[in-house]
């Protein structure tokens, strides 16, 4: 597209972000996606399995996969729910525990040199376009369907 789009606008800078996260990644031995769901466990009380894809905004076929990658990494154990039966909490290991803090520590990083460069208004501003954004999406603003009776 010739002329610059909202649309073009996100996703070419999130594309640039994921690889930037992904070859910063690799230097910790993960993945932009490895680090994403470290980041989106509780680190000491344990996650509910059926709380992660909905908070992370993942289906459950693609974090399963990543789950028993991490668990075969050792980064995460499977424990029964003691307070429901049919239940697993999902806790990080001492290693998993380490690369959560790596991936951390790049994320925070990022936020620190972005930051560095773009004024705190710049940045209100940024934050308030994103809410409005995800808010028109949410309430089913921009497409609307009509009904061809």
Do not use: C
């Not at 409005?132 to 609307?144: F, H, Q, R, S, W």
């Amino acid at each position: 597209m010739k002329d610059l789009t909202i649309d073009y606008a996100l996703r070419a800078t999130w594309q640039a972000v994921s690889k930037m996260y992904n070859e910063e990644a690799k230097n910790y031995g993960l993945t932009m996606a490895i680090g994403f769901t470290l980041l989106s466990m509780d680190p000491k009380g344990g996650t509910p399995s059926t709380t992660l894809g909905p908070k992370m905004g993942m289906e459950a076929t693609s974090l399963s996969r990543i789950l028993k990658t991490i668990e075969e990494r050792g980064y995460i154990e499977r424990r029964p729910n003691p307070n429901d039966g049919r239940g697993v909490l999902i806790y990080l290991t001492a290693l998993g525990l380490e690369k959560r803090e790596a991936s951390k520590d790049v994320v925070l990083r990022f936020n620190e040199v972005v930051k560095e460069h773009v004024s705190e208004q710049d940045l209100n501003g940024f934050f308030k376009t994103i809410d409005i954004i995800n808010k028109l999406i949410t309430d089913k603003k921009i497409y609307i369907k009509t009904t061809n009776n």
